[in-house]
């Protein structure tokens, strides 16, 4: 068995990896939504900072001054967030530095370059065309990362513990984005969003890179009562929260006395499967269900922690209470 530091290590690399694709495709897409969109929208740029559940630590670094230059810096280049795309990729470095021996040669070479690019375009992202630029090259770049993982590795413990790492934080961001689909089939959206629905689902999908696997499984024009169980239930999209849930429960299952997370991941499959989709259509249950599901996840993390990254400190406790 792998050390616990040494797991804990690149799973969290993988997870920072992932993430910081995630957040990237969704500012690139967020952006070009609000180009379409008239001004007087529920969705506007401040939504990112709600869907991060970011709104106290950009208020106590920016006030009140949400503009569009404000929330992309605090979400790309400000590194007092630790959500920020510089955060996040610096979080990646470092894990692969401190693991270079577990992993192919080519990912510090990638990462480091990565790493360089990100730094050095920075400071222009106050321009829309340029940060829309930064935003298509770090995607590359991850992809080109991940890419180098799975085409190079041995489906050793190194390799489970990153592909658990990876699917829990997919899994989490498809929540978030179907979170902000909740203002879409609210009973209060004003005209304006009504009128704007299609391109609004579409871009939804667009987020999670989803648009043309829809199309080719639904085959009809887009709306919220298709895009919802695909984007939940659908077995087969790499993205749906069904299919990341049950790829996680894949992957813990191949580890070393992997009981106690597996529990908790078969509950998340449950819960997943006794959902009415179609009654979720009414204003707040998707929102509600949303954050169930992250609670849960962040749980399922913890049973992950619990059961390989820091075993003793569990039976620490054990003696404390037995004490």
């Given at each position: 068995m792998m050390l616990s530091r040494v797991a804990e290590r690149v799973y969290w690399m993988s997870r920072y990896l992932e993430r910081t694709e995630n957040v990237a495709r969704l500012l690139n897409v967020h952006t070009s939504l609000l180009m379409?969109?008239?001004?007087d929208m529920e969705i506007n740029w401040y939504t990112l900072i709600k869907l991060f559940n970011?709104?106290?630590?950009f208020r106590e670094h920016y006030g009140k001054e949400a503009s569009e230059e404000n929330i992309m810096r605090f979400l790309i280049a400000d590194k007092r967030n630790p959500g920020s795309l510089a955060s996040l990729f610096l979080s990646v470095r470092e894990n692969v530095r401190t693991s270079l021996d577990l992993l192919p040669d080519a990912t510090w070479e990638q990462v480091n370059q990565t790493h360089i690019i990100m730094n050095n375009s920075l400071s222009s992202i106050s321009s829309r065309h340029s940060r829309q630029n930064l935003l298509r090259t770090l995607l590359k770049q991850c992809q080109t990362i991940r890419g180098i993982i799975d085409g190079h590795m041995s489906r050793d413990n190194t390799y489970r513990f990153m592909q658990v790492g990876k699917y829990l934080e997919r899994a989490d961001m498809t929540s978030r984005i179907l979170e902000m689909g909740s203002l879409l089939l609210?009973?209060?959206?004003?005209?304006?969003?009504r009128k704007y629905e299609g391109i609004l689902w579409t871009n939804l999908l667009q987020a999670l890179s989803a648009r043309q696997m829809y199309q080719q499984r639904v085959r009809s024009r887009v709306k919220g009562s298709d895009v919802l169980p695909f984007l939940m239930m659908d077995g087969d999209f790499p993205r749906s929260l069904y299919y990341t849930i049950k790829a996680t429960g894949h992957y813990l299952n191949q580890l070393?006395?992997?009981?106690?997370?597996?529990v908790m991941q078969q509950r998340l499959i449950e819960y997943l499967e006794e959902q009415d989709i179609p009654s979720l259509l009414p204003?707040?249950?998707?929102h509600t269900l949303m954050d169930h599901l992250q609670s849960e996840l962040g749980m399922?993390?913890?049973?992950?922690?619990t059961t390989w990254f820091y075993p003793d400190r569990d039976e620490q406790q054990q003696l404390q209470v037995q004490g």
């Open positions: 379409d969109l008239p001004g970011a709104d106290e630590l609210s009973k209060s959206r004003s005209n304006n969003l070393p006395e992997p009981e106690m997370p597996l204003e707040g249950q998707v399922l993390h913890a049973d992950i922690a």
